[in-house]
């Protein structure tokens, strides 16, 4: 499962990619005005940080200003992915962008019926909100399972980038669901790597080392 994080914070960008285990990066109106950056300017800092897929969102509602507004944004660099609203103009954008060369991701997707729409339409990814869907009692987890299953029935290319990504678990449960990206905040990020009984082992080794009185180097 592909790893992307889910920020417009430049910092917390650069730590990650240290790790080594980014695969690319999300952002959103949301996240950009958490930012304070000027949007271009931070989408085009994130694409010559991260080689991979940088996903950035049009404000535009209408066919015609989410066009305009996604050829500008491709424009700024070769990896930027145009994200695009779940609606009707926003499926119809997705078919032109497409059809143009130009990455696609449907964004804010609840149901496996929208799922069905943004394949057919061509996106190259869509984000399906599975924290937003567990804040209203609904499992977002199945919607995951439901758009694998449909997808893999009649073999969409469309990636499952599950968004809204609240927990390690969320991460886990995704990647058995069978998501192929994860889009997860830096904190979820950097706490996966986290097990109390990893830090009691590597304690104890330390101090049985030390015991020793050997040194490696
Ligand atoms: O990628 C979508 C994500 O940023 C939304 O997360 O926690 O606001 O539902 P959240």
Known sequence: MKFFVDTANIDDIKELNEYGFLDGVTTNPSLIAKSGRDFKEVIAE?????????????????????VSEGE??????????????????????????????????????????????AAKAGATYVSPFIGRLDDTNIDGMDLIRDMREIYDNYAFQTEILAASIRSANHVKEAAIAGADVATIPPAVIKGLANHVLTDKGLEQFAKDWAATGQSIL
């Open 46 to 66: 994130i694409c010559a940080l991260v080689p991979g897929p940088v996903s950035a969102e049009v404000a535009a509602m209408t066919f015609e200003g989410m």
């Open 72 to 117: 500008y944004l491709a424009r700024i660099a070769d990896n930027v992915v145009i994200k695009l609203p779940m609606t009707l103009d926003g499926l119809k954008t997705c078919r032109h962008l497409v059809r143009k060369g130009i990455k696609t991701n449907v964004t804010l997707c609840f149901s496996a019926n929208q799922a069905l729409l």
